[in-house]
């Protein structure tokens, strides 16, 4: 079975590269956008014709959320236009696209936890773009996979665990915002879930199970709470002070809250969860 991974030099196309080994029955073909840019319809269907994969994980994404707000063009080339010409490819190629968004499709006016019935309503260009993506997949493919994700972090690629990292070793006090709630997602645990879903679907070529998925980890907290665990697991001495989003403006609105329901993944699947504390523990 050969599973081809766009966008391989992001957190979460390495995270799938850290734990390939783990399955021998797969033959993981990994393309950064070197090899295989999403934006070139020509050069996808070139990849497609050599490898002929069963399966596609797109981690390839536009992720500058702030950025996208002014690199508009730029943000939907790569979210919208590269996520349309690979469900073409993958449509005639008759191969399984599993497709990576993000919990930025919502507005974050909900108070429970998002399912994936739950009406999108994005506030920023990155939001927007994602969801167009999602659009564009579900236009063309009758059978797709589009797994919803959030506030994604690991040991590779630049993230907020990382930027924490550094900021507790360059200074003595630093201001978080708490009133922003979601799940802090630990990549390689979306790599393995993005994995089992490969898994489950090769096995089972008869049930109908595509469609929208949410995945993080359990549980929920703010990015101060999530902070202050980074700097306990690593007995980082430092003064952290919580604030206000208004505290601290963005160009690109965040959700307040972000929490994603997935009962449905856990159902279909049979995936195990791990609570975001102890995933970061791992990590770290």
């Not at 783990?22 to 050599?50: H, M």
Request: proline share 4%; aromatic share 10%.
């Amino acid at each position: 079975m050969v599973v081809l991974v766009t966008g391989a030099n992001g957190q979460l196309g390495q995270s799938l590269q850290f734990i390939a080994e783990k399955y021998p029955q797969i033959d993981f073909v990994f393309c950064d956008s070197k090899v295989l840019d999403i934006t070139q319809k020509a050069g996808i269907e070139s990849v497609f014709n050599k490898i002929k994969p069963d399966f596609c994980i797109n981690t390839a994404a536009y992720t500058a959320v702030d950025k996208a707000e002014t690199e508009t063009e730029k943000a939907e080339a790569i979210n919208v236009t590269g996520v349309k010409n690979l469900a073409e490819i993958c449509k005639e190629f008759k191969t399984q696209l599993i497709h990576v968004s993000t919990d930025f499709v919502f507005d974050g006016t909900k108070k429970t936890p998002y399912t994936e019935e739950d009406i999108p309503n994005p506030k920023s260009v990155y939001g927007q773009t994602k969801l167009d993506g999602e659009k564009a997949v579900q236009a063309i493919l009758e059978d797709y996979f589009i797994i919803r994700t959030s506030w994604v972090y690991s040991q590779f690629g630049a993230n907020f665990m990382k930027t924490m990292l550094r900021l507790g070793a360059e200074r003595d006090s630093l201001s978080v915002v708490n009133d922003q709630i979601g799940t802090p997602t630990n990549a390689v645990d979306l790599a393995e879930a993005l994995v089992q879903i490969v898994v489950f679907v090769s096995q089972h070529p008869t049930h109908k199970v595509s469609g929208i998925y949410n995945f993080s980890n359990e549980g929920s907290c703010s990015w101060f709470d999530f902070a202050k665990k980074i700097f306990e697991n690593n007995t980082i001495n430092i003064d952290l002070q919580p604030i206000p989003t208004s505290s601290y403006p963005t160009p690109a609105q965040r959700p307040k809250y972000s929490v994603l329901d997935k009962t449905k993944i856990k159902l279909v699947f049979g995936i195990a969860i791990k609570g975001w504390e102890e995933s970061l523990s791992n990590c770290l």
